[in-house]
């Protein structure tokens, strides 16, 4: 009966239940996908982090701070059996070294990373460097990003000066080949980093077997001289920049949730200010004024509701659509974030449920606060129109 | 004909006598012993300088102005006058540890381990090249390489291979007057051979007993255009030297 009643007073309502449910269902389609883009972009970095830098996590040599470069050279050290015991799909060995690129006769600051050529862990575009052999010879092989590439004016083939420290501290130099230009995806392996083969970087550096650390798939306990870094811990800026996004897209979810509901919480007072001879009417043939109420809440959850149906309608080809083409970041490929140029939304099903739950709650509340008033209206001052003014 | 084959005679003979006087000269070199007298005729026990440091980056030229007190190979107390932005800034040197004040943030900073390997305010010296403490005869063995002509001067080429692993240039080679015991030229080179650094000595004059050159050009051979100019305008030997200026008291306004 309620449900009768309300139903028919809500189409009666014509262009502005239309409204209201369109403003609805905009910003249901709107959270969904800034909740979506935001978990695609997480998930697309982590993944590219995972894949290019972390693994499964870091057995580091204690101390060791890629944000210290003066400090690097100062803790490497040789990994524990239990780590070199790992297959090659399972560990990669890393060392970094400072180090110094002469493009053009310019000194470049640069990063010295090298990683064995026989791991499978970490996905590096390093084939190149599996042509050469263990001995360096007349020239060092190496390997740089687009972006390092770009900023450095270098390219394939061409050869120019490194210089680093050996491990005693005394001061070297030779000729290095970039025989390859490769797209990192990552820019934290790629911007201002130079990738040699670790037997060559060892080489180089007097360091026979040691390593600044082992990215290994899994953890596999704690390993003597070494600490583990995990996931979380090595993308930690990352994650809270990420919690910084997300609490600045709620601010955008509250500012687009008081327009929803000032849009309902306003038709609802327009209505009984507009129908309070209805309602007058109602409350002397004995309604309840309790039923009333429910009666006109009822009409602020049908907004609600087929604001739902509405967002079905538009949002899901539009987010199918979207999914096809992605979104395109290209302006924070200059940035240090690990990211593709387009990314594409995840859609989280128990978030999407419980944030319809919220929009629900809210558009039934801002229904119901302004009708709760009934319950004080004078019968006779409603038939006349004069209740509220 | 008698006279002729006389005057070829003779002729061979002066020959081989300059021949043998030449390769008696290099033999007799003991490079070692050169180095040592080289560094006698540099390393006084106190000196003051004040100088001028020229830094030529290929885009802009820049000097710093600076006065110096210097005492044996392992004290030294620095403050530079000019231009303004660097005006006030002091540097001690006591050992192996290296201390800087800058009047802009009144703190004074120890420039230690990896940090000293970064370029000294733009030039093409390293501020561990700037607080060089040893004595190059200490540090390496010298071994004569060749014998040279360098901007007119005959000169002994040394090889110099540090005695440490640890000592940042592994090989040298220095020019230097066997006459007078003087290095016109010196370059430094990486582990693999590959030259680093070029370091010309110039205007050298007498003070007291000594030669002293009153111009060093440092260049960085791995850069294009740039070079460090260090001019001596003032040098005077066995100064007295006020203890505090060895002091870490003297790093403040």
Same mark, same amino acid.
């Given at each position: 009966m309620n449900w009768d009643i309300a139903k028919k007073n809500f189409y009666r309502q014509g262009m502005r239940a239309f409204l209201n449910v369109l403003v609805t269902a905009l910003s249901i389609i709107s959270l969904i996908f800034m909740l979506s883009l935001l978990n695609g972009f997480q998930a697309q970095a982590t993944r590219n982090l995972v894949a290019t830098d972390v693994g499964g996590g870091h057995y580091r040599?204690?101390? #060791?701070? %890629?944000?210290s470069p003066t400090e690097w050279e100062d803790h490497t050290l040789k990994p524990d059996e239990s780590l070199l015991r790992l297959s090659n799909e399972d560990k990669a060995e890393v060392l970094i070294q400072q180090g110094q690129l002469y493009p053009n006769r310019r000194l470049y600051p640069v990063q010295i990373r090298g990683i064995s050529m026989?791991? $499978?862990l970490l996905s590096l575009?390093?084939?190149? @460097?599996? @042509?050469?052999?263990e001995q360096i010879e007349d020239i060092i092989p190496g390997v740089v990003g687009v972006k390092m590439a770009r900023k450095a004016h270098l390219k394939k083939g061409d050869i120019l000066t490194l210089k680093w420290r050996d491990k005693s501290g005394a001061v070297d130099a030779r000729d290095i080949l970039i025989v390859d230009v490769g797209d990192m995806v990552n820019p934290r392996v790629d911007d201002g980093v130079v990738w040699l083969r670790l037997d060559h970087l060892r080489s180089m550096t007097d360091r026979?077997?040691?390593?600044s650390w082992v990215a290994v798939r899994n953890y596999i306990g704690p390993v003597k001289g070494f600490e583990f870094q995990a996931v979380e811990a090595l993308m930690a800026d990352l994650l809270s920049l990420l919690k910084q996004d997300r609490r600045n897209s709620k601010i955008l979810w509250t500012i687009l949730m008081i327009l929803v509901c000032t849009s309902v919480f306003n038709t609802q007072i327009l209505n009984i200010f507009k129908r309070q001879k209805e309602i007058g009417t109602l409350m002397a043939l004995g309604m309840e004024p309790m039923r009333i109420i429910r009666i006109f809440t009822l009409e602020g959850a049908l907004a609600a509701i087929w604001a739902l149906v509405v967002a079905a309608l538009l949002g899901i080809p539009f987010f199918i659509w979207f999914q096809g083409v992605g979104f395109d970041v290209?302006? @924070? $490929?200059? $940035? $240090? #974030?690990? %990211?593709?140029e387009i990314i594409y939304p995840d859609y989280q099903p128990k978030e999407i449920f419980y944030s319809l739950l919220i929009v629900v709650f809210l558009v039934v509340m801002a229904a119901w606060i302004p009708v709760k008033k009934i319950i004080r209206l004078d019968p006779t001052l409603a038939l006349r129109g004069r209740a509220i003014t | 004909m008698i006279f002729k084959n006389s005057l070829i005679i003779f002729a061979a003979y002066l020959v081989l006598c300059f021949a043998s006087v030449t390769s008696v000269m290099a033999e007799e070199i003991d490079a070692q012993k050169l180095l040592e007298q080289l560094d006698d005729n540099l390393w006084a026990n106190k000196k003051f300088i004040s100088g001028r440091l020229i830094i030529d980056n290929g885009r802009k030229i820049r000097t710093l102005t600076q006065d110096s007190w210097m005492e044996g190979a392992t004290r030294s107390y620095s403050h530079y006058k000019s231009p303004a932005r660097e005006k006030g800034t002091k540097m001690l040197k006591i050992g192996g540890k290296l201390w800087m004040y800058t009047p802009r943030t009144d703190r004074k900073i120890l420039i230690a381990g990896h940090l000293l390997r970064q370029s000294m305010m733009g030039s093409d010296l390293s501020y561990e090249d700037m607080m060089e403490d040893h004595k190059l005869s200490q540090a390496y063995a010298a071994t004569l390489d060749r014998f040279e002509e360098f901007e007119g001067v005959r000169c002994a080429v040394l090889q110099l291979q540090a005695h440490? +692993? +640890?000592?940042?240039?592994?090989t040298r080679k220095a020019w230097i007057n066997?006459?007078? +015991? /003087?290095? *016109?030229k010196e370059e430094r080179f990486a582990k693999?051979? +590959? /030259? *680093?650094k070029r370091i010309l000595y110039k205007d050298y004059k007498k003070i007291d007993d000594r030669l002293f050159p009153h111009t060093m050009v440092f260049k960085d051979? *791995?850069?294009?255009n740039t070079k460090t100019t260090y001019k001596f305008d003032v040098i005077d030997f066995d100064v007295e030297i006020p203890a505090r200026y060895f002091s870490q008291s003297i790093l403040k306004r």
């Open positions: 040599a204690p101390g #060791f701070d %890629i944000l026989e791991q $499978s575009p390093l084939d190149n @460097l599996k @042509l050469y052999g026979q077997g040691e390593v290209t302006h @924070l $490929s200059e $940035s $240090s #974030f690990p %990211i593709r | 440490d +692993k +640890k000592t940042t240039y592994q066997p006459t007078n +015991k /003087i290095v *016109l693999s051979g +590959k /030259i *680093l051979m *791995l850069k294009e």
